[in-house]
Every structure is written in C-alpha cells, then in structure tokens.
C-alpha cells in the first residue's frame, strides 16, 4: 500500500509540473469520462491514458509560424507516436473494464485537482 502511495504522489507531481491550468482541466474531463462511463479502473495506466490524451491535446492546438514544414512534421510525428500510446493504455483499460465505475474514481479526481 504505501508503495501505491508514493507512485500517486510521483503522478500527481508529473501532473503538476507538466500541465497548464485548462490541460489540467482537459486530463481531469478525461479521466473522469473514463472512469465513469467507460468503466476503466482507476490504476496507473488510467492516468498515462489521461496523461497521453492531454498530450495530443496540446499538439493539435500546436500552430507553425507560416506552415513551416519542418515543424509541421514534427508535429505530426509526435501525435503520431502519442496516438501509439493511447491506444496502447486503451487496450489495456479495456481489457480490465469494470461492470460499475471504480469506487475510487471521486478519490482519483479529487487527488488531482487539488
């Protein structure tokens, strides 16, 4: 058990430390639609799920100065690669899907958003 506690606290800082203000909010939407109505369980590979969704948010708000192809590509590489990875959690979410949302969900969320 506390083991699981320090790996929330290492998320919840990965958290902090990487999203602005409205990509916190996005990952908390996130998490919360996945939790509650897709049914996956709160666990670490719930939060790279949120963490890699918010991610792709971020690029896809991303704009190249005047079309730059360089960076345009960059771009779509990196969401290509993120894409990756959401479906590689996804995957994993699915495959242990709950019948009822977790009872830890509120908790999950209210750890983070706070």
């Known amino acids: 058990?506390?083991?699981?506690l320090v790996l929330r606290d290492e998320l919840k800082k990965k958290f902090l430390r990487e999203f602005?203000?409205?990509?916190?909010?996005?990952f908390l939407k996130v998490a919360?639609?996945?939790?509650?109505?897709h049914r996956y369980p709160v666990s670490e590979d719930l939060f790279y799920?949120?963490?890699?969704?918010?991610?792709?948010q971020r690029l896809r708000s991303a704009r190249p100065e005047r079309g730059d192809g360089l960076l345009r590509?960059?771009?779509v590489e990196g969401i290509r690669e993120i894409e990756d990875e959401i479906k590689l959690y996804k995957g994993r979410l699915e495959a242990h899907r709950l019948p009822e949302p977790d009872s830890l969900a509120e908790r999950?969320?209210?750890?983070?958003s706070h």
């Open 73 to 75: 590509f960059i771009l």
């Open 1 to 4: 058990m506390q083991d699981d």
């Open 49 to 56: 799920y949120c963490y890699f969704m918010t991610m792709r």
């Open 108 to 112: 999950f969320l209210e750890y983070l």
């Open 20 to 26: 602005t203000a409205s990509e916190k909010l996005y």
């Open 32 to 37: 919360r639609e996945a939790v509650l109505i």
